[in-house]
């Protein structure tokens, strides 16, 4: 496996996000996704695509071995990542996070 990748995406997220969102944990699912437990069943997946140089950071709940989709972000830039990870950490969606992108946004 490839850690470089991953070491960059950690840098790019930032220190005192993961720390924040996971208590400083990450998990290497492949050589491009990097997970953060973040509690209660949620993970914050980011995905590394290559090829646009773009991210795609999703909120996953999992419960008795299934997994929903709870919220995804996709063309996320390197300078949003930070951002993109905090918002996908909270349980429920603010306008302000990310420009209202999210697909369950508190009213």
Known sequence: MNTAILNTMSQQIGKMTLLAVSGGRRVAVSENVLEL???KGYTVRVTYNACPDLYTVERLFRRAGKEWN???????????LS????????FISYPY???????????
Request: charged share 25%; with cysteine.
């Open 37 to 39: 437990p973040v509690g």
């Open 70 to 80: 709870k919220g995804t972000l996709t063309r996320i830039y390197a300078d949003e």
């Open 83 to 90: 951002e993109a990870c905090y918002g996908a950490s909270c």
């Open 97 to 107: 996070v990310i420009d209202n992108r999210w697909s369950d946004v508190a009213e």
